[in-house]
């Protein structure tokens, strides 16, 4: 199982950037799905994350500027970003509870991360 995720990079201030993220793999079924951010010498926070059914949970400090989505016959998890702060400068992470057949349990993977920086 495999987690994909892109769409990173450069923007400024006031910006906006969509992140997405694929599961690909011996893939049964998937529970939740999420990002999470992290930047040097902190632990990793998260941002957001979305069941299945489509029930959100967002950190505090996404205030309506960011929103996640999820295409379940995709296995595809989207994080929208809007007005970007130079505080939301950090690796993103895709997570997802997967199950790879019926008889297993849900186990957690992550995607590789990917840089988002907010700088003028």
């Known amino acids: 199982v495999q987690l994909q995720a892109s769409g990173g990079g450069l923007v400024q201030p006031g910006g906006s950037l969509s992140l997405s993220c694929a599961a690909s793999g011996s893939i049964f079924s998937i529970n939740n799905m999420g990002w999470f951010r992290q930047t040097p010498g902190h632990q990793r926070e998260l941002v957001a994350t979305?069941?299945?059914?489509?029930?959100?949970n967002n950190a505090d400090f996404v205030k309506g500027r960011f929103t996640i989505s999820r295409d379940n016959a995709k296995n595809t998890v989207t994080l929208q970003m809007n007005s970007l702060k130079p505080d939301d400068t950090a690796v993103y992470y895709c997570?997802?509870?997967?199950?790879?057949?019926?008889?297993?349990?849900?186990?957690?993977?992550w995607g590789q991360g990917t840089l988002v920086t907010v700088s003028s």
């Open positions: 997570n997802a509870a997967i199950r790879r057949s019926p008889d297993s349990e849900y186990l957690g993977y």
């Open positions: 979305i069941t299945r059914r489509g029930d959100i």
